[in-house]
């Protein structure tokens, strides 16, 4: 007894029997229950479809497998999901809600209760929970396949070994890195560094300026940093003050003034200045330099001159420097004393002044006293006038010579410029006296100007300045404007530069000034290596100042050696980078130090001795900074923050260099910077790859002998190492240099250095290896050996070697080569390690034909060693299944690892490799289906069952994985990028591989159908008798309830099926049922030969369309395709058209051949011409012409002539037919005949509304013959259309050519419906009618 028919005796056990084939309309379906009243009814709903499953816990899972429906006839509410696992299917059924209880209806009011649904519930495509990765054979071959897909992650576990290696090295440079770049310190001899010293303490005893606050005490910081002993410094000590004192001077920038007051008529001021050093006075302070000389001669001030003459030439306006250094001991009291001294013109500003002898200072006092209340002219300075301002601006700098800074004073007026000749003039004069006689003349001169009753300059304003408030930095100041006395009105003020310098005579040439800076430059080397020695070893941690002492000294000495920014900025680079050669400084500092001298260079100039010691300065620094580049990955180690600050920091000088034009000046022949750097870049880069590779080759050649795994490891890890230092590259070094104007591609030149030696130790490699020799023949007669080979057979023995060592070099070189994107495009080409891949490709063809076998034998195995998942879901699937996708997984994820980069060769392993699984794939079920064959002969149905539906879900199972290559193996990319490489014609890579996946799929399809197939035959034969009694039910009988039977036999026969199988699975089942259903339809229309009721038709066709949306379950059942396929669309046209009546079915037919009539493109059977139009109430048709009627008398002519209707006769019912004469023995006729047809414009544009046109041959003696019809719709023709004019004739109008037809489908559908109506005689001269318009076949 099968396993339905069991199901139906239990369900036949507690439902109503059915004794007979009784077609009375109250037979009850199952699961229905009679109530103990009789009139009362308790009616078993539907279940219900539910979207969540509950565990025995009771909480939902909704990743659990479709809902199972009970059998129908089940009593009672919804019992509790048994606990624990479920060794059967029928142990997962899940019964139906409680049932509902409807309100007593009258007894003689039929029963109405709902149709059965399928439940089809949430299911599965593949299983849940699903690892593709787990497998139960893995250890047959020793986990083969396991040994390539663990390549992946052995290659990113020493990645990250390696990467933590480099993390646990020092963040700081080795010691012994740094004694090797470290240069000898800078040295003196001993009578070097005494006269240095000497120099030092000679500028510590004359300080000059106000000086700020000194923590230490500067001789013992001075004897400190010289490593002075006590008895030699008080020896050096005595000769430091044995020399002459230097002689102090004010340097004055008079740079501008604003708000002064207007003196013209126009509203401003002609202003300029007088200064000049006023001596201490004991009786207060005079008023201003003019008042002296007014005091001095006795005569009121002169007048201001317009123009200026100077000694030598005009004074410029930028800068007017001092003409005298002479004594100050004598009077200005009388013009012949002062006309005797000496004027001397004074030095250059890098050039040290001579020092006098001291004086005592009761003699300077005493000299101060003789000066009285007179300033001496030769110490008067003017500026240049500035017509027509308020807010001159001179910017003019003057130097003055100081004789008491602690009690001489700065006195400057301002002057408002109105006469020829002024006290401007007169002052400018005064420096060109030369002897007696001129400076009685000079004297004369201001008498005679003084007695002059012209205007003189009005007085501006005055400022007064103590030179000892001067500090030794000199000041910037602006000074308010002071009056003569309190009552004088004055307003403005003045902006002062002032600061103090010496001048001292020893003994050196304007020309040996830069012995001055060579000092200085020694001084501070020797003061930075001091500071540098508190700091050890760690002197990068210098911040870059000096402490004060060593700055205040450092600022003496620049002030008394009188040297400029520039020299200064000059020295303290010097020493910090000479310094940097022997105690490594921050690189910052030595930017800063550098930016400083840079930013001076285009105020001043050097003198030739000076910008050669800045030449050898820069050489110096650039080796050296050259070999810390080569070498920057030792000394500027990762991943330290602190060290890519100073590296970039390092680079800034370099850029700063290469752009600095002090750098071009004084080495105009050096190299290019940028270049300098890129070279010392691919020097270390040589030089680090041969330090890795010598620390893993170091076994290479005797790897080679013995098969050559040990070496290609080795080189892996080399790769990887180099990676890694790429990496770094990018993360830490790459930005530093390409974030400077030098813009050095870091990444790119290391890459380009690694890749080339990297290949060259590859193919040394590879060349020598050897893979075996190809096997791809033997693999394959291997596994065609196991498809043939029974599953109680033994497997031969075989197994193919495939070393994973090739694959780890390989790996390692694609990580390698990803780093490629930082080269340019253009320089690609030349990258040598495109040339390497080649080699790799016998082992990669090897493996895949080794694969093919280990895959062939683990299903095998797999298939053996079977057992089912006891997963606890309704769903179940076995192992092998798990075991034959988990192979495709390794598969598919080892060629993902290795992105084979050669596109042509990539396509033919792909091919091969999708070849392999769709072979195992098809072996895979083929053994599925030879067990399912031998199954034991006295299994149950229910036991047969449920082994059917394990075995094809593992069939779909591994079925669906096949689906998954087109996007896991990346085969769309694969093929657009070869098609347009290909650029022909034809057939395209994608259309042969999706050719190669849809034949495999397609196979694959058809064997799990054809598994499915005797339950579906099983099922079909058993709907029979269910089918008929819908068919031959009593026309009384609803449709619903003559399907009723039907659909609880699909109902109950698919319970156990809805719940057990994939949603793919069920699908095929659910169509094979369906096909059953639409045949036993099919064949209870044809069954009898007599004539049907059209209440015939109408219940099946009801039927067809609740049986549609019993197998469509509301979406979740078959799809509207899978539905509507040709068989649906036959039956379902067949019952349509016999259920229609005699009159819409001529009219269909009509309708369809006016559609073929407007498709049709021949003339086969000639055509016709004809014209139409309509107007007032009436049609006009006129037949033209006919062209190469077929010839249907025996002479080979015809008498043709044309019979016009109107139909269909419902529209048009007054309207007879007419017809046209005859015209005898021709194949073209020329009618030219009009024919009126009464009708109205409502008929005329109805749907359907259309001329036949028949053409017949004539013929006497037997019934005419049929020649062609045409047909011409009337909704297009004039009058009738909505967009048509008024037309009244057929003037204008165009001839419409009809092509003349026969019907060639002697089996038209209609014809056949309407044949079988022998009781219709309309029917059956329509259709004799017809078939003499049928075509003959030829």
Request: glycine share 6%; proline share 5%; net charge negative.
């Amino acid at each position: 007894m099968s396993f339905l028919n069991s199901l139906q005796q239990v369900v036949a056990g507690v439902t109503s029997s059915v004794t007979n084939l009784s077609l009375s309309p109250k037979r009850f379906p199952f699961g229905r229950e009679n109530s103990t009243g009789g009139s009362e009814v308790t009616t078993t709903t539907a279940p219900q479809h539910q979207s969540h499953h509950h565990r025995p816990g009771g909480s939902p899972n909704p990743r659990l497998g479709p809902k199972l429906v009970p059998t129908p006839g089940a009593v009672g509410g919804a019992s509790p999901r048994p606990q624990g696992r479920c060794k059967s299917f029928m142990n997962h059924m899940m019964h139906p809600p409680p049932p509902m209880v409807q309100q007593p209806r009258p007894k003689k009011e039929r029963e109405r209760r709902p149709l059965p649904v399928l439940q089809c519930g949430d299911r599965y495509t593949f299983w849940p929970e699903y690892d593709p990765s787990q497998t139960w054979v893995s250890e047959v071959d020793g986990a083969w396949l396991e040994q390539f897909t663990s390549l992946g992650w052995r290659h990113s576990e020493a990645l990250r070994t390696l990467k933590a290696q480099g993390r646990q090295g020092s963040r700081d440079t080795a010691p012994e890195i740094l004694a090797s770049l470290k240069k000898n310190e800078f040295r003196l001899s001993k009578s070097e560094s005494e006269s240095l010293y000497v120099e030092v303490l000679y500028t510590v005893f004359h300080k000059v300026g106000v000086q700020q606050h000194v923590g230490e005490d500067l001789t013992k910081y001075a004897q400190a940093a010289f490593h002075t002993e006590p008895h030699d410094h008080l020896r050096l000590q005595a000769v430091a003050q044995e020399e002459k004192p230097p002689i102090l001077v004010l340097n004055l920038v008079v740079v501008e003034a604003e708000n002064l007051e207007a003196k013209d008529p126009n509203g401003f001021s002609d202003p300029y200045c007088m200064l000049g050093i006023q001596p201490a006075v004991q009786s207060g302070l005079p008023g201003s330099p003019r008042d002296v000389y007014n005091l001095a001669q006795g005569s009121p001030p002169p007048d201001s001159p317009r123009n200026r003459h100077f000694s030598g030439g005009s004074r410029s306006s930028v800068e007017v420097e001092a003409d005298s250094d002479g004594d100050k001991s004598s009077s200005c009291e009388s013009p012949k004393s002062f006309a005797k001294e000496s004027l001397r013109k004074h030095h250059s500003f890098r050039l040290s002044f001579k020092r006098r002898p001291a004086e005592p200072k009761r003699e300077k006092l005493e000299h101060r006293d003789s000066l009285s209340n007179a300033i001496p002219a030769k110490i008067i300075r003017a500026t240049s006038v500035k017509p027509h301002t308020l807010n001159p601006r001179w910017n003019e700098k003057f130097r003055l010579d100081i004789d008491d800074i602690s009690l001489d004073i700065l006195h400057l007026d301002i002057w408002d410029h109105d006469d020829e000749s002024s006290v401007f003039e007169v002052v400018s004069k005064l420096n060109e006296v030369k002897g007696v006689k001129g400076l009685g003349r000079f004297f004369k001169q201001i008498a005679q100007s003084a007695r002059q009753g012209g205007g003189q300059d009005d007085f501006l304003g005055c400022v007064n300045v103590p030179l000892q408030d001067i500090p030794s930095i000199g000041v910037d100041k602006w000074y308010p404007l002071e009056g003569r006395s309190h009552r004088s009105n004055i307003q403005g003020q003045i902006n002062l530069k002032m600061w103090l310098s010496t001048r001292e005579d020893r003994g050196r040439s304007e020309e040996e000034v830069w012995a001055e800076v060579r000092e200085h430059d020694q001084i501070i080397t020797i003061f930075l290596l001091h500071e540098l020695n508190k700091f050890k070893e760690n002197t990068v941690t210098w911040d870059g100042e000096l402490s004060t002492a060593a700055q205040t000294i450092l600022h003496q000495h620049a002030i008394q050696g009188d040297l400029t920014q520039l020299q200064q900025a000059m020295c303290r680079w010097m020493a910090v980078s000479r310094t940097h050669t022997s105690k490594p400084v921050d690189p910052r500092v030595l930017h800063r130090y550098l930016l400083a001298l840079h930013d001076l260079w285009d105020t001043e100039t050097l003198g030739k001795e000076e910008e050669e010691m800045l030449a050898d300065s820069y050489t110096g620094f650039l080796e050296y900074t050259m070999t810390e580049v080569r070498r920057h990955r030792e000394v500027f180690p990762m991943p330290s923050k602190t060290h890519a600050i100073r590296l970039e920091a390092l680079l800034k000088c370099l850029s700063l260099l290469a752009e600095s034009r002090s750098y071009w000046k004084v080495c105009p022949f050096h190299k290019e910077v940028r270049g300098e750097v890129m070279a010392a870049l691919k020097r270390g880069a040589v030089e680090w790859y041969a330090q890795a590779r010598l620390r893993y080759d170091r076994h290479r050649e005797a790897s080679l002998a013995t098969g050559g795994d040990i070496a290609l490891e080795s080189l892996a890890k080399l790769a990887l190492h180099l990676t890694l230092d790429l990496q770094a590259g990018v993360d830490y070094y790459d930005h530093a240099f390409s974030s400077t104007s030098l813009k050095i591609p870091y990444a790119a030149i290391n890459y380009k250095i690694f890749e080339k030696l990297l290949s060259e130790d590859a193919l040394k490699v590879l060349t020598v290896i050897q893979v075996d020799e190809d096997i791809e023949n033997e693999i394959w007669q291997m596994c065609a050996l196991l498809r043939d080979l029974e599953l109680n057979k033994e497997t031969p023995y075989y197994n193919p070697h495939c070393s994973t060592s090739p694959f780890l070099l390989y790996l390692a070189l694609a990580e390698f080569s990803k780093f490629q994107e930082h080269v340019a495009a253009s320089e690609r080409r030349a990258l040598l390690l495109g040339s390497v891949w080649g080699h790799f490709l016998p082992a990669v063809s090897r493996w895949v034909d080794v694969t093919a076998f280990r895959v062939f034998y683990r299903i095998r195995v797999a298939i053996l060693t079977d057992r089912v998942a006891n997963t606890g879901e309704p769903v179940q699937y076995t192992t092998s299944a798990v075991d034959t996708t988990s192979c495709f997984y390794h598969v598919k994820t080892f060629w993902r690892h290795l992105a084979w980069p050669d596109l042509s060769t990539s396509y033919s392993l792909v091919v091969r490799m999708v070849e392999t699984m769709s072979g195992a794939a098809d072996y895979y079920v083929h053994l599925l289906q030879q067990r399912l064959s031998t199954l034991a002969t006295d299994t149950t149905d229910m036991e047969r069952a449920q082994q059917l539906c394990i075995t094809v879900n593992n069939m779909e199972h591994v079925r669906h994985s096949l689906t998954l290559l087109q996007e896991e193996l990346q085969l769309d990319h694969l093929t657009q990028q070869l098609d347009a490489q290909d650029g022909q014609g034809g057939t395209t890579y994608a259309d042969h591989i999706g050719s190669l996946l849809l034949e495999a799929l397609t196979n694959l399809d058809a064997k799990i159908a054809n598994s499915m197939s005797p339950v579906a035959e099983q099922i079909g034969v058993e709907l029979q008798k269910d089918v008929f009694h819908l068919a031959w039910s009593p026309d009384s009988l609803p449709a619903e309830e003559a399907v009723r039977p039907l659909l609880e036999r699909l109902f109950a026969s698919l319970s156990t099926y809805s719940a057990a199988l994939l949603k793919n699975n069920l699908d095929r089942l659910l169509y094979l049922l369906w096909l059953a259903v639409l045949g036993a339809l099919h064949d209870q229309i044809g069954k009898d030969t007599e004539e049907k009721q059209v209440t015939f038709f109408v219940r099946l066709y009801d039927a067809l369309e609740l049986l549609r949306a019993f197998f469509s379950a509301h979406g979740r059942g078959l799809d509207d395709n899978s539905l509507a396929g040709p068989e649906y669309m036959t039956l379902e046209r067949q019952l349509r058209l016999h259920k229609t009546t005699t009159e819409t079915l001529i009219e269909t037919y009509h309708m369809e051949r006016l559609m073929e009539q407007e498709r049709v493109e021949s003339q086969e059977y000639g055509s016709l011409f004809v014209r139409a139009y309509f107007n007032h109430d009436s049609l006009c048709v006129e037949v033209l012409q006919a062209r190469n009627v077929i010839p249907l008398d025996p002479n080979g002519f015809s008498d043709p002539f044309v019979v016009i209707e109107l139909l269909p006769r419902r529209l048009f019912p007054g309207a007879a037919q007419q017809q046209t004469n005859v015209h005898k023995k021709t194949l073209h006729p020329l009618f030219d005949e009009c024919f009126e047809f009464p009708a109205s414009l409502e008929s005329c544009q109805a749907e359907g509304a259309m001329i036949l046109f028949t053409l017949m041959d004539h013929d006497v003696i037997t019934c005419n013959d049929f020649g062609g019809e045409a047909f011409l719709s009337l909704n297009t023709i004039s009058g009738v259309v909505a967009s048509s004019s008024s037309v009244d004739n057929f003037h204008g109008l165009k001839p419409i050519e009809l092509s003349l037809m026969f019907q060639k489908d002697p089996d038209n559908s209609i014809l056949k419906v309407l044949e079988t109506r022998t009781s219709d005689k309309v029917a059956l001269e329509f259709v004799k009618k017809q078939k003499e318009r049928i075509a003959r076949p030829t």
